[in-house]
């Protein structure tokens, strides 16, 4: 039997979740579907204030998706010196930054074709 794929619409919202767990901050997606060779559906983007928020944020993503969609990225890169990790589920990309890290490589403006929809958060 084959393994069922998460729907894209669940994946992000259990990221979201997890991303807001250990109060990730400036959460933001991208939909890059109506963008033409793109290496997925989603990018989302946050940051944390450390390399240990940056670390817990991974984490807590990993463990939520885990849980609840038995899902697990399919590579994860740059959590040795947690300053900008990413993770790949496939169709939704999840970077995870320092802030500094974050605005210096600017990837929302790379990316500005991309709809891109901020997540409040109230912490």
């Known amino acids: 039997m084959a393994k069922k794929e998460p729907n894209n619409d669940q994946l992000i919202a259990h990221i979201i979740k997890g991303i807001e767990e250990v109060k990730g901050n400036d959460i933001d997606i991208l939909d890059l579907r109506q963008i033409e060779n793109t290496v997925c559906d989603y990018f989302i983007i946050c940051n944390g204030t450390s390399n240990t ?71």
């Not at 939520?64 to 969609?69: D, E, F, G, R, Y």
């Not at 947690?82 to 589920?89: G, Q």
Request: charge should be negative.
């Open 53 to 123: 928020q940056v670390n817990a944020i991974v984490n807590s993503i990993q463990k939520t998706v885990s849980k609840a969609l038995k899902d697990k990225p399919w590579h994860v890169e740059g959590g040795e010196n947690a300053e900008w990790v990413l993770l790949d589920y496939v169709n939704v990309v999840v970077h995870v930054f320092q802030k500094h890290i974050r605005e210096f490589y600017d990837i929302e403006s790379l990316w500005g074709d991309a709809k891109i929809t901020s997540i409040a958060t109230n912490y």
